[in-house]
């Protein structure tokens, strides 16, 4: 194990002189590093810094204030989520997926269970119904997520206010998704064959009472930045990353968008339904922070239409099964609020300890043993937040995967961290980091 | 508070300790450690205005582990990051305490392979558990409280050596989880 | 004469229940004919006239699930690269994924590249093996630039030596990290949980279904 003491005294390397930080007399730090030759300097920004949107560590090596060269270094959140899904069921791998981008749970089931449905071959057979609510899911995610990138991305330029704004409007989607699913974040919610269950009563008036919030609250934060002198100052011009850029380094999402390239995989490769949506796809052409940064807010206006349009949908499939109909397959509990929280409704308690034999095997075997789901592979995207989000699933006809593999947008889209900051200044590596938005979870995995 | 009425108005009668604990209790301040979900929920809980922490004035989360006084370990500590959290906890000046917010952070949680910390328990020593997945907001806001009510019962001084002292010999007394149970096990009928 | 305590025991498995000795056979599936639906046709005749050494590099077409897997061989996968992302306009490389297959000697770790063509709307998979004893395959950050992060993971998670990448480390894992974690042999690690009393056993030591 390499030994790392934190208060070393400055000593050389075959790196040239290593100064350690952390605390003393900052007077003499700064007389030693002006007595140097050497220009040029390596700092780490580590794992654990504000401005960092994660445990991300940047090694930047500086020439006075412009940025030579910066080196990310990831690994700091690996969970080993991949590994760990080996030895779970298909269907309580959802739970692990849930968890590595965290900011959007449900893509990440979305992209697991389009995979798994793949194989399994039932992609026309999941009822309508289960496709409107994941679209309806998504795009409350979307918005919910989007809320993170600008509260978090403007507070680490600098500007507390917008981070406010952006809480207030997250919690009242956390809240939607409380009354759905039964938990804010990791909500486990989409599974193989559909939904975990149906949308309570009365929520498409909430869901209504909600678009026309947020509709307005939106503009709260479209005031504070949008045409903002500073704001602008600080993002126009910043973290240049053009097409060319963009394909060689696989780059999806708003990055991709903002090079005016108007690539969306919900428009391109439609999934759940949604060519059956009308929405726009917001491009900007200046490549730039501030151009992401529009695509991001204006991307929240489309997420609303495309909720509306969903309402409008789920009340027409009002009462229709959410979950596949091959009993072999579905998750074969029926969730009901009863008197200790919740748990299975006592018609289908009734059912299958009373009436059917069958009803009771299948309840017991798909919860222990789970679904077999043919061998070969698979590969599902979707469109997350951040760019194309794909579960590559790989099977070997058990009830547990054989490898799954994610492919994830921040992964990617970290890459360009160095194109986009290199010769630019300190302060603005920051402001391309928060406008690639990076969820270190997905990135580690 | 026979003593209080008879004297002039405006004298307050209390302990050192009392104050101490109220002086710190009131004053905490955060360090930024938020690794994973969890720490999305702290930031729901520190920014939004819903669930506001600032009611304890605690919304000052502090990026300099120098100035914190407090560590919320808010998600999944991987190898490669027990070192870093090590060495943060290092900095912070005493005194301090940690929430260990999270299953993750408190156990391992669903995590339980070759590259999560099973328990930030095994890189710093924790004062408050708080479980869930990710907890809500409201609940690292009843860790907080509960903390509180630990820091404003702080003994100091020969009082607090005796404490240790006590910590000490319940800690070398203390039987091993395993054992705290009802099923057979050995020297069960000691 | 031995000693025997007790009455009950296992010996083997201690599977009374008879599915012990249920075999069941994988077949994942195999080459397709022609002609394969959708674009592919279109795409494996583009290919092929690109490329001429077509049949000699490329060792299997898979059609399932209405996904198209080449199986290249890995001296070439570098040429097929280039031909598919210039001739073929598959601008974007999704990145690498690695399977690890124990039972296949000599192509036990595989590495999977996902292409898009955004012009063209489609996607194809190319797929390369090798084996545990000499892992390497040759790098592809020359043609997709994405893949560099892509390929230090692969090698950190499985082993496989990626001949040409500008700086092969490990990348998720402490840099003096021993082991592949993602290999089949590579045991997941958990610890056992204890309760009063009890402990549950950790997600490899558990009984549970194949």
Request: glycine residues 10%.
């Amino acid at each position: 194990m390499t030994t790392f003491d934190p208060y070393a005294a400055t000593r050389e390397t075959t790196e040239g002189t290593v100064y350690s930080v952390t605390g003393g007399d900052w007077d003499s730090l700064v007389s030693e590093i002006g007595e140097a030759k050497e220009e040029r300097i390596i700092v780490n920004m580590g794992p654990q810094h504000p401005s960092t949107h994660g445990v991300l560590r940047l090694v930047l090596e500086l020439e006075g204030e412009t940025v030579t060269e910066v080196r990310p270094g990831i690994g700091y959140l690996h969970t080993g989520i991949e590994k760990n899904m080996e030895y779970r069921s298909w269907t309580q791998g959802t739970t692990f997926a849930t968890r590595m981008d965290y900011l959007s749970p449900i893509f990440n089931e979305t992209a697991y269970c389009l995979a798994i449905e793949k194989l399994l071959g039932i992609t026309n057979d999941i009822p309508e119904r289960a496709s409107i609510i994941r679209v309806l899911m998504m795009e409350l995610n979307r918005i919910s997520s989007h809320m993170v990138a600008l509260g978090t991305g403007a507070l680490e330029l600098g500007a507390m206010g917008p981070m406010f704004f952006a809480f207030r409007e997250r919690e009242a989607v956390l809240d939607t998704f409380e009354a759905i699913t039964g938990l804010r974040m990791n909500m486990a919610y989409v599974r193989p064959g559909g939904v975990q269950q149906d949308l309570p009563e009365g929520m498409t008036i909430r869901l209504r009472e909600l678009v026309k919030e947020l509709r307005k609250n939106f503009k709260d934060n479209e005031r504070l930045l949008v045409g903002n002198t500073i704001w602008m100052k600080r993002t126009e011009g910043i973290g240049y990353l053009d097409l060319a850029g963009c394909t060689t380094l696989g780059i999806t999402g708003p990055v991709l968008r903002s090079t005016g390239l108007p690539w969306d995989l919900r428009k391109m490769q439609p999934y759940c339904g949604y060519e059956n949506y009308e929405f726009d796809v917001i491009t900007a052409d200046t490549c730039d922070v501030y151009g992401r940064f529009l695509i991001r807010m204006a991307e929240l206006e489309q997420s609303l239409r495309i909720i509306e349009q969903a309402i409008d949908k789920l009340d027409a499939t009002h009462g229709q099964p959410v979950m596949v109909a091959d009993k072999k397959i579905a998750w074969p509990a029926q969730l009901a609020l009863g008197a200790d929280g919740l748990g299975n409704s006592l018609d289908h308690i009734r059912e299958i300890m009373g009436s059917s034999m069958e009803s009771l095997i299948h309840h017991f075997k798909l919860v222990t043993e789970g679904f077999r789901v043919p061998a070969g592979q698979a590969y599902a995207a979707v469109e997350s937040p951040r760019g194309e989000l794909a579960a590559h699933i790989v099977s070997d006809g058990g009830t547990k995967p054989y490898r799954v593999h994610f492919r994830e947008p921040s992964f990617n889209n970290l890459q360009s961290t160095s194109a986009m900051s290199e010769g630019g200044m300190v302060a603005d590596i920051i402001g391309a980091v928060a406008s690639i938005d990076p969820v270190m979870g997905g990135v580690d995995r | 508070m026979g003593l209080e009425e008879k004297l002039p108005s405006g004298i307050l009668l209390s302990t050192v300790e009392g104050l101490a604990g109220y002086m710190r209790k009131s004053s905490v301040w955060p360090a930024t450690f938020g690794l994973a979900c969890c720490a999305i929920e702290m930031m729901a809980l520190g920014s939004s205005p819903k669930h506001d922490i600032s009611r304890f004035g605690m919304e000052r989360f502090s990026a300099s582990p120098r100035q914190a006084d407090l560590m919320i370990v808010a998600g999944r500590v991987s190898q490669k990051m027990a070192p870093v959290l090590r060495q943060i906890y290092d900095q912070m000046t005493a005194p301090k305490w940690v929430i260990s917010m999270g299953a993750c952070a408190s156990s391992g949680g669903m995590f339980n392979n070759y590259a999560i910390v099973q328990g930030v328990d095994h890189v710093v020593p924790v004062d408050i558990y708080l479980p869930g997945c990710p907890p809500r907001p409201e609940q690292l806001m009843d860790a907080i409280i509960k903390l509180h009510e630990q820091i404003s019962d702080t003994k100091l001084g020969a009082n607090r050596e005796a404490v240790i002292k006590a910590v000490e010999q319940a800690a070398l007394k203390a039987k091993p989880t395993i054992q705290l149970g009802n099923l057979p096990h050995e020297g069960m009928f000691a | 004469m031995s000693e025997q305590e007790g009455m009950f025991g296992v010996s083997g498995t201690g599977d009374t229940s008879g599915y012990g000795g249920l075999v069941r056979t994988v077949t994942n599936p195999g080459s397709t004919e022609r002609p394969y639906g959708g674009y592919f046709d279109q795409l494996a005749d583009d290919l092929e006239r690109a490329y001429p050494d077509f049949a000699d590099a490329i060792t299997k077409v898979v059609v399932d699930r209405g996904e198209l897997t080449l199986h290249v061989k890995k001296e070439r996968l570098v040429e097929v690269a280039k031909i598919l992302r210039d001739k073929l306009l598959f601008e974007m490389c999704m990145g690498v994924s690695g399977v690890h297959y124990p039972e296949r000697t000599g192509c036990e770790l595989v590495a999977l590249y996902p292409l898009l063509s955004m012009t063209k709307n489609q996607r194809v998979r190319l797929e390369v093996c090798t084996s545990e004893v000499d892992p390497h395959i040759p790098s592809l950050v020359e043609v997709y630039g994405g893949n560099n992060w892509h390929e230090r993971e692969t090698f950190d998670m499985f082993g496989i030596i990626f001949d040409g990448h500008p700086g092969l480390t490990r990348i998720l894992m402490p840099d003096d990290w021993d082991g592949h974690p993602q290999r089949k042999d590579y045991p997941l690690g958990g610890i056992a949980v204890e309760y009063k009393g009890a402990t549950t056993p950790a997600p490899q030591n558990r009984r549970s279904y194949k």
